[in-house]
């Protein structure tokens, strides 16, 4: 009786090992996918949203950002605290350049650019005719061509999209938007300037690029706008001022290729 019970057991006993060990290879697995995917999903379907994408890092850089400026506000405060005649000394040669450099609230007259892809119609119409529907938006080297005629026709300060721009600004196409100072933005794109509008927009006249751009705003519909005003306020600058690096471009081209 006792050998019998024991030969029907056996069966029982190995069937039991098996899913014991099924369980723990199956719990390793879901353990092992949490690690790796850091608690996020790993379906490719959860990312295809990527205008949200967008607004979700703009949203996560604006508030870095403002973080920012509130660190450097306390560490400005900080700074005028210390009782020292060497310190005094160098505040008081970085508030006198803080307006130059970009750092400081600045208002004056000047001029506004605004640019702007084709309308949607003519880049849906090149897309039907076989065209090279880049040719119908705007790029960096557009907003670039602009910024550099208002720099040399003396702009004093200038915003890019509202944000001010210092000489450690980078313009930088990823898509179908520009990245500046880390934060996305699609079009249209505003440049304002303050200076003398008269020669601000004589420089805008004599530019070489800005005239292949304004052949394209002609002939394939880009958006540009052009608007003087006699009173423009400009926040100051409270990103990061530190350089990375620099690279010299040595390649020139007048064109919009």
């Given at each position: 009786?006792?050998?019998?019970?024991?030969?029907?057991?056996?069966p029982?006993?190995?069937?039991?090992?098996?899913?014991?060990?099924?369980f723990?290879?199956?719990?390793?697995?879901?353990?092992?996918?949490?690690?790796?995917?850091?608690?996020?999903?790993?379906?490719?379907?959860?990312?295809?949203?990527?205008d949200?994408?967008?607004?979700?890092?703009?949203?996560?850089?604006?508030?870095?950002?403002?973080?920012?400026?509130?660190?450097?506000?306390?560490?400005?405060?900080?700074s005028?605290?210390?009782?020292?005649?060497?310190?005094?000394?160098?505040?008081?040669?970085?508030?006198?350049?803080s307006?130059?450099?970009?750092?400081?609230?600045?208002?004056?007259?000047?001029l506004?650019?605004?640019l702007?892809?084709?309308?949607?119609?003519?880049?849906?119409?090149?897309?039907?005719?076989?065209?090279?529907?880049?040719?119908?938006?705007?790029?960096?080297?557009?907003?670039?061509?602009?910024?550099?005629a208002?720099?040399?026709?003396?702009?004093e300060?200038?915003?890019?999209?509202?944000?001010?721009?210092?000489?450690?600004?980078?313009?930088?196409?990823?898509?179908?938007?520009?990245?500046?100072?880390?934060?996305?933005?699609?079009?249209?794109y505003?440049?304002?300037?303050?200076?003398?509008?008269?020669?601000?927009?004589?420089?805008?006249?004599?530019?070489?690029?800005?005239?292949?751009?304004?052949?394209?705003?002609?002939?394939?519909?880009?958006g540009?706008?052009?608007?003087?005003?006699?009173?423009?306020?400009f926040?100051?600058?409270?990103?990061?001022?530190?350089?990375?690096?620099?690279k010299?471009?040595?390649?020139?081209?007048?064109?919009?290729?």
């Open positions: 009786m006792t050998h019998e019970s024991t030969r029907h057991r056996r029982f006993r190995s069937w039991h090992a098996v899913a014991t060990l099924a723990v290879v199956a719990g390793a697995l879901f353990a092992t996918t949490a690690l790796s995917s850091n608690g996020l999903d790993l379906r490719a379907a959860s990312i295809t949203d990527l949200g994408v967008v607004r979700a890092e703009r949203q996560r850089s604006d508030e870095l950002q403002a973080h920012l400026a509130s660190l450097n506000q306390e560490v400005d405060q900080l005028h605290q210390v009782d020292d005649a060497n310190v005094a000394r160098l505040q008081a040669q970085v508030d006198q350049l307006e130059p450099a970009g750092f400081a609230p600045v208002t004056g007259p000047g506004s650019v605004v702007d892809d084709a309308p949607k119609s003519a880049i849906d119409k090149a897309r039907e005719e076989h065209k090279d529907e880049n040719e119908y938006v705007v790029h960096q080297q557009d907003i670039q061509a602009v910024v550099n208002l720099w040399a026709g003396g702009a300060a200038m915003t890019l999209q509202g944000q001010r721009v210092v000489s450690t600004t980078g313009i930088k196409c990823v898509g179908n938007t520009v990245m500046l100072h880390g934060v996305p933005y699609s079009p249209p505003k440049i304002a300037a303050i200076g003398d509008p008269i020669q601000l927009q004589a420089s805008l006249d004599a530019s070489d690029y800005v005239a292949d751009y304004l052949y394209a705003v002609d002939t394939l519909g880009l540009y706008d052009v608007a003087t005003s006699g009173h423009l306020e926040p100051g600058y409270e990103g990061s001022s530190t350089l990375k690096y620099a010299a471009d040595t390649a020139s081209s007048s064109g919009r290729d």
